[in-house]
């Protein structure tokens, strides 16, 4: 079951030193949203300076500007009332999951276009059992920009999986929200020693 998600704030000065020296490029990239849906994001405190409502914000902006610049713009979401042989051993930590066709859909403020990718979603990675890494190579990009929930879950194992493909991660941290700051630090500090590059949204939004 999810827990409920306290309110917490990520402060800009708190984002680790990264090992790299990249340089986000939105002619290389594909901005990724990651499991914005209804039932993950109900969790949290809504309250109006918590990092779920920044986080939504800067993913409205993030997703504003890739359109802009013709950028691949990818959803993941995962299905409701999933068979026992497609979650597997989900069940054990987090049970049947979400059941409800409204708890599925992607929150209203960042609703995709027509013109989007949504991938099915099955697993913590978004490339497990989905077309994501073919969708990249056929988009001609390197660069995967990751946003959304959970940090330490979800966008972390994906940002892992994407490098360990070739690609270049920009971890968009103050795009994304966790159960804690705690562990949204954690991944952050991963990421930027291990398999990408932190960045905040103001950064990119300069590229």
Known sequence: MLPRIASYTLDTDAFPTNSTEWLPDPSRAALLVHDMQN??????????????????????????????????????????????????????????GMQSVQGAQIIQQLA???????????????????????????????????????????CLTTALTAFMKGYKVFFIGDAQADFSREEHLMALSYVAQRCGQTIQSARILKS
């Open 112 to 154: 995709p276009k027509p013109e989007d990718t949504v991938l099915t979603k099955w697993r913590y990675c978004a490339f497990y059992r989905t077309d994501l890494d073919h969708r990249l190579r056929n988009y001609g990009k390197d660069q995967l920009w990751i946003t959304g929930i959970y940090s330490h879950i979800g």
């Open 39 to 96: 039932h993950f994001v109900d969790a949290f405190d809504p309250h109006p300076e918590s990092q779920i409502k920044r986080a939504i914000g800067n993913i409205d902006l993030l997703s504003q500007f890739a359109r802009q610049e013709d950028m691949p713009l990818i959803y993941t979401a995962q299905p409701p009332a999933q068979q026992p042989q497609d979650r597997q051993l989900l069940n054990d930590f987090w049970g049947s």
